[in-house]
């Protein structure tokens, strides 16, 4: 597991060595610089950083909490094909419609499309390059990032971590 704070924290160069060589299996690091992002935004949900850390697993906390990121592949919500509503892991916000699910063959759980007034996005400057975070306009939870390369009606890939989201099955 490794998070922008990890990254810093171990050197930088070290720590994208450990993920290219795989010392770090499960995660990979996302930033060169910690997030600023929830300094002064207000959320409706919010715990401090113990009661987030007992509420949530290690893994989902690191991504949530700290903008992790989940390996490739790794998240069992990617191959998840049934009716339903995917939702935040740490206010179970609902924030997708497996309706705007697709597979995009990068690894990760894919949207064209939010719920609306589920998500909010801001800018992520981190690795000298220019992306669109998204975050659960709930809780502020960090879900990925969002790309212009997706399918119509949109033309957005909704590119979220699973272990950020839980999901919740239509019953017939």
């Known amino acids: 597991m490794f998070s922008r704070r990890h ?4 050197g930088g ?7 290219v060589v795989g010392v770090l299996p499960k995660f990979a690091a996302t930033s ?9 935004e207000v959320f409706e949900v919010t715990h401090s950083d113990s009661e987030w850390r007992s509420k949530l697993s ?9 903008e992790g990121t989940e390996r490739a592949y790794s998240s069992a919500l990617n191959n ?3 009716e339903g509503t995917f939702a935040c892991a740490g206010c179970e916000l609902a924030l997708f ?15 064209w499309a939010p719920l609306d007034g589920a998500v909010a996005t801001r800018q992520d400057r981190s690795f000298g390059m220019v992306r669109d975070e998204v ?3 709930r809780c502020g939870g ?7 390369d997706g399918p119509k009606p949109t033309g957005l890939r909704y590119c979220m971590n699973g272990l950020a989201m839980t999901f919740d099955p239509k019953t017939i």
């Open 80 to 82: 998840e094909h049934r």
């Open 142 to 148: 960090h879900l990925g990032h969002v790309f212009d």
């Open 97 to 111: 419609s497996s309706a705007t699910k697709f597979d995009s063959r990068t690894g990760w759980p894919s949207f």
């Open 13 to 19: 160069g070290l720590g994208v060595a450990a993920v």
């Open 135 to 137: 975050h659960c306009r």
């Open 7 to 10: 990254f810093l924290l171990a």
């Open 58 to 66: 290690a893994e989902q906390y690191e991504i949530l909490r700290e």
């Open 32 to 40: 060169a610089l910690i997030s600023e992002a929830n300094a002064g």
